[in-house]
């Protein structure tokens, strides 16, 4: 891992399909793709999982 870091998630823009770490994760890197770019939903990058998550809303959806 870079920077000695772990991380408990990736998530996965819906919008561009970038991946980043979770909020859960040291240094939240899907939050900060959020407001840099504005794309609203992630999701997660786990096999089979359904979860997605709005920022806008705060919210899964």
């Known amino acids: 891992m870079p920077l000695g870091r ?4 990736l998530l996965v823009c819906l919008t ?3 991946v980043a770490c979770s ?7 899907a939050r900060a793709h959020y407001q840099e770019t504005d794309h609203p939903v992630a999701g ?3 096999p089979r999982s ?3 998550w709005c920022y806008v809303h705060r919210r899964t959806v």
């Open 23 to 29: 909020d859960d994760s040291q240094g939240g890197h």
């Open 16 to 18: 561009c399909g970038g």
């Open 44 to 46: 997660t990058l786990e």
């Open 6 to 9: 772990t991380w408990t998630r």
């Open 50 to 52: 359904t979860w997605r």
